[in-house]
């Protein structure tokens, strides 16, 4: 069964060649793919959905260790975890001073917990 999904981002047409083998023991090997998308080919190895271009990245642009060409992860946090998204939050939520983006702080945030909670 040839496996054909191929994760483009554009309309581009990618042109897709497929081989596959077969174990000894007559399951069949992983498929595997190799396309173009413009100058980059992209290889798909039956596991990772494109594999990544002759500068490292996959087709959504990010390396094998999930960072893009700006540094940022997936979930758009730069490589080291403890900075700051392009909107300047942490993955907490909070900003460089400390707030939220409804403008509370964290002691805000708990003492309104508290407040909410406490018993007479």
Do not use: H, W
């Amino acid at each position: 069964m040839a496996v054909g999904s191929v994760c483009l981002q554009s309309d581009d047409e990618a042109e897709v060649v497929t081989n596959s083998d077969v174990f000894s023991s007559g399951t069949e090997k992983p498929q595997q793919a190799e396309y173009s998308q413009g100058s980059n080919i992209y290889y798909y190895d039956g596991y990772d959905c494109c594999g990544y271009d002759q500068n490292g990245y996959d087709c959504d642009g990010y390396d094998m260790n999930g960072f893009n060409k700006r540094g940022f992860d997936r979930d758009g946090f730069y490589i080291d975890g403890c900075c700051f998204d392009g909107e300047g939050y942490d993955k907490n939520g909070f900003n460089e001073d400390g707030f939220n983006r409804e403008g509370e702080s964290l002691s805000d945030i708990l003492l309104k917990f508290f407040d909410l909670n406490v018993v007479d």
